[in-house]
């Protein structure tokens, strides 16, 4: 079974200038989970989508957003970007919602750098 | 609010000796905690996870964890190391979403 994918692996953008990650899980996983890792941060939840609706979501500006599609892919929007969006973006995908009984498995990333 | 800490920045430890990184929760109600790596330029893989039950729980590559409610920890533990075993290593908490310690870095030397 292919695992989570995430495009593009590798991303350099502008400052003020937006972003659209992409998503996808693994088959028959409904649950697509966002993640913001950063040296000084950590890893920080940014949002959970299950079947197309926003479930939970982070502490982080209205400036991120995501949509999740009916086959279960999700995107994932930054405006307005800022040099401190430079992260590596994880997407982790679970059967269902509730992160306590299915586990997460993670994408290997998108590296946003912001110049 | 929940919250999770691994004190140690990284940890050096020899090839096949035993290898330790700490990890310490803080959550209302019923802990369900994770254990995660990370290798360089990958996705976090997960190792293992506490729902219930025994207190040591055995998880991927040989490692396992023991949960302990009094001390509020949940230690992850490997008997001998080997260098392929240098990486970041997440410990998480979950409620109604996955939080995540800061991460402890291991470097097993030859």
């Known amino acids: 079974k292919a695992g989570v994918t995430q495009t593009p692996r590798y991303l350099i953008k502008t400052r003020g200038q937006q972003v659209t990650l992409s998503c996808s899980p693994i088959?028959?996983?409904?649950?697509v989970s966002w993640y913001q890792q950063t040296p000084g941060q950590g890893l920080q939840f940014l949002f959970e989508y299950f079947s197309e609706t926003q479930r939970n979501k982070g502490n982080f500006p209205g400036r991120f957003s995501g949509r999740q599609f009916s086959n279960s892919r999700s995107e994932m929007n930054v405006s307005t970007l800022e040099l401190g969006d430079s992260a590596l973006y994880l997407c982790?995908?679970?059967?269902?919602?509730?992160?306590?009984?299915?586990?997460?498995?993670f994408g290997p990333g998108t590296r946003l750098t912001v110049t | 609010a929940q919250s999770v800490a691994q004190p140690e920045d990284q940890v050096n430890v020899a090839e096949g000796n035993p290898l330790t990184v700490k990890c310490t929760y803080s959550?209302?109600?019923?802990?369900?905690l994770f254990w995660y790596v990370q290798y360089p330029n990958r996705g976090l893989q997960f190792l293992l996870k506490y729902i219930t039950g025994d207190n040591l729980v055995k998880g991927s590559y040989g490692f396992e964890a023991e949960f302990n409610k009094s001390q509020t920890s949940f230690h992850l533990k490997k008997p001998s190391a080997l260098v392929s075993d240098s990486a970041l290593y997440f410990c998480?908490?979950?409620?109604?979403?996955?939080?995540f310690g800061g991460g402890t870095r291991v470097l097993v030397k030859p």
């Open positions: 982790a995908s679970s059967l269902a919602t509730g992160v306590g009984t299915y586990e997460q498995y």
């Open positions: 959550v209302s109600g019923n802990p369900y």
């Open positions: 088959s028959g996983h409904r649950s």
């Open positions: 998480a908490v979950a409620g109604n979403k996955l939080t």
